[in-house]
């Protein structure tokens, strides 16, 4: 079995949102990422994947997004062993100036351009191939 995980790369005025993942997230504390979460059992429904996005952007940094359109997919198996299923979606900001809204699992938000993001060296591959794939989609 599989979790999935949905992450958006929002962006606004020519920058992508990042947060700083909270020290306390099993996967990944303490580094940069995209905004996104595990999607919920729900049984029978539909638009799970962008509810899942919408609801995860909100509770994390508090804005919403508008246009979300699919970027790509992955997966990966965590430090602990779980094997994980990741889509990415664009997503424009429509309102809300994003902040740590949930401490427990961001600890900052931060705008940076494509190319401050690709030149970052200690960002992993997959998230500035995430934003290559996104920033062609503009």
């Known amino acids: 079995m599989f979790v999935v995980n949905v992450e958006g790369a929002i962006h606004r005025d020519g ?17 940069l990422s ?32 508008t246009g979300i359109k699919y970027v790509n997919s992955s997966s990966f198996d965590t430090d602990s062993g779980i094997h994980v299923i990741d889509i990415v979606f664009l997503c424009h900001h429509k309102t809300g100036e994003p902040f740590a809204k949930s401490t427990e699992e961001v ?30 989609m503009l």
Do not use: Q
């Open 15 to 31: 920058k992508w949102l990042l947060i700083l993942r909270s020290e306390k997230e099993e996967h990944a504390g303490g580094t």
């Open 34 to 65: 995209l905004v996104g979460g595990k999607c919920e059992v729900e049984g029978v429904s539909s638009d799970i994947l962008e509810r899942t996005l919408i609801r995860e952007i909100f509770e994390e940094v508090g804005c919403e997004v």
């Open 107 to 136: 600890d900052d938000v931060i705008w940076m351009t494509t190319l401050e993001i690709l030149a970052h060296p200690e960002l992993p591959v997959y998230l500035k191939e995430n934003i290559k794939l996104a920033d062609k």
